[in-house]
């Protein structure tokens, strides 16, 4: 008899969870709740230079995008914000008639050398180093401490690359660096890498320039091809746990060598 009760009252407890599932209900009618319409985010923090995407939810109407303040952040018409001066403004998203808002808040970046949008703060290891935002770069590493970084231009005549090594030692002094490159850089030397190529060094010369990161020592040299005659420059530096080659290929004449001092100065740690 228990065992009946309890088979009845286990067939109305499964009966009780499937009979408004199955019962039919004369009348009514099931009304799916609207969908709320919401932005992303309703406040934002970037640096200059960054970049973030707002997106509107809940219906699939036509959004428009609007900044306050072009001059502190821009947004494009999928969103996207880019953090172009410090201040403050006001991404407006309309959505039939509605207004969805979001404050953005642009800092100045760590690096300070990041001006303006124009500009981006990348990592090599544990520096922090400002190129053009339009840049792509890639950065290698060995079990050394060698950290290559290779920028590349809209112009492939155009190629900077930044080669740290992690020392974990003090600065040298400049006359110790200068030493090392008046023994290990020549127009012989250089000449001995290119010669299986058939191109030719000229112009060779070494000079020093003042930096954010005391003297530096500096070389440039021609290096021409078949056709091709590109300008190389390299800016040689000790810093404290570091020692720093910023190079700079040019085969287009133009002041590529400016940025590179530009990313020289920017090195931070």
Request: glycine share 4%.
């Amino acid at each position: 008899m228990k065992k009946i009760k309890k088979l009845v009252v286990a067939l109305l407890i499964v009966f009780a969870m499937i009979a408004p599932i199955t019962l039919p209900v004369s009348g009514t009618y099931v009304v799916a709740e609207a969908a709320t319409v919401s932005i992303s985010k309703k406040t934002l923090k970037l640096d200059i230079g960054q970049t973030a995407t707002l997106k509107i939810s809940g219906t699939k109407s036509k959004v428009s995008w609007k900044s306050s303040d072009k001059e502190i952040a821009t947004v494009t018409s999928k969103g996207v914000v880019l953090g172009y001066s410090a201040g403050n403004a006001t991404i407006t998203a309309t959505v039939n008639k509605k207004k969805y808002t979001c404050k953005v808040t642009v800092n100045l970046p760590s690096n300070l050398f990041q001006s303006n949008a124009d500009w981006q703060e990348i990592a090599i290891d544990k520096l922090s180093v400002v190129i053009p935002s339009a840049c792509a770069y890639e950065t290698t590493d060995d079990s050394d401490g060698y950290f290559v970084t290779t920028i590349s231009f809209d112009d492939p005549g155009q190629k900077m690359i930044i080669t740290a090594n992690y020392t974990g030692e003090p600065a040298l002094d400049y006359a110790d660096v200068k030493a090392y490159y008046d023994e290990t850089v020549s127009v012989d030397i250089l000449e001995e890498y290119v010669e299986e190529s058939g191109k030719t060094i000229s112009n060779f010369q070494t000079y020093e320039l003042a930096s954010t990161q005391g003297t530096v020592y500096a070389y440039s040299y021609d290096m021409t091809g078949i056709s091709t005659t590109a300008t190389t420059v390299v800016y040689c530096v000790s810093i404290d746990n570091y020692t720093i080659e910023v190079a700079s290929i040019d085969a287009t004449n133009s002041s590529l060598y400016e940025i590179a001092e530009w990313a020289l100065s920017s090195i931070m740690q």
